[in-house]
């Protein structure tokens, strides 16, 4: 097994064959390995029931993506956009995104494990009630009106990212480690006890919280 460790965990990445089967169309349902789908831009990626392993997704554009109860095992995607995504229910292990747009998502009831975004944008996303079987890491990556709901990212991590209008509701977020992000933006910063921040970033949430109180200050109105 290959690892790779983001700040203090430790992840374990994909392992895929060199040579892999080039599938012409993505599978629907059912069981799949060993394959590489590159080059395409499709109206739809829809999948439900299936298990899809050791296998590379690259520079795939993709108009909607809807999987249901879809298990992807030991999988590189790179370079790859979902304009509109739907996840549920489904389970993600040893995946990487590299140079990927995810937009549009709804990820809900999804389990992670050891999952890396790297060098991704995600935007406009709703994520609700992600579950956190292994580490999960966000590096370097752009986030945009993006909601965080009752998600467990407990010993996870989010560095050097960009956070737009985003949104941390109830959810377990101890020791999620957000050192190189600027966390002046966000909103919920009352959820984020327990997160691993540097002495400078306690400012950073401290004017987070302030904004969200909406505070007046009579006689400094013009």
């Not at 499709?42 to 899809?52: F, I, K, P, Y």
């Not at 509701?169 to 020791?175: F, I, L, P, S």
Request: proline share 3%; aromatic share 8%.
């Amino acid at each position: 097994m290959e690892f790779a460790v983001h700040g203090h965990v430790r992840v374990v990445l994909p392992h895929v064959e060199d040579e892999l089967r080039q599938v012409p169309v993505f599978p629907s349902s059912g069981k799949l390995t060993d394959f590489e789908f590159t080059g395409r831009e499709v109206r739809q990626l829809a999948s439900a029931d299936s298990r899809l392993r050791g296998g590379r997704m690259i520079g795939v554009v993709a108009e909607r993506v809807a999987f249901d109860h879809v298990r992807l095992d030991s999988m590189i995607i790179e370079n790859t956009a979902w304009m509109s995504a739907d996840l549920v229910d489904c389970a993600l292990n040893r995946v990487v995104f590299r140079h990927c747009k995810i937009l549009g998502a709804r990820i809900t009831d999804t389990k992670f494990s050891d999952v890396v975004f790297e060098d991704c944008r995600i935007e406009y996303a709703d994520l609700d009630s992600i579950q956190r079987a292994g580490p999960i890491v966000f590096t370097r990556s752009v986030f945009n009106e993006v909601t965080f709901g009752r998600c467990e990212l407990t010993d996870c991590v989010m560095t050097d990212c960009e956070l737009r209008s985003v949104r941390f509701e109830g959810g377990e977020y101890a020791d999620l480690d957000v050192r190189g992000t600027d966390l002046t933006g966000v909103r919920g910063a009352a959820n984020l006890s327990g997160v691993l921040v540097t002495p400078d970033q306690r400012h950073q949430l401290a004017e987070a919280m302030v904004n969200e109180l909406d505070l007046r200050y009579p006689g400094d109105e013009q």
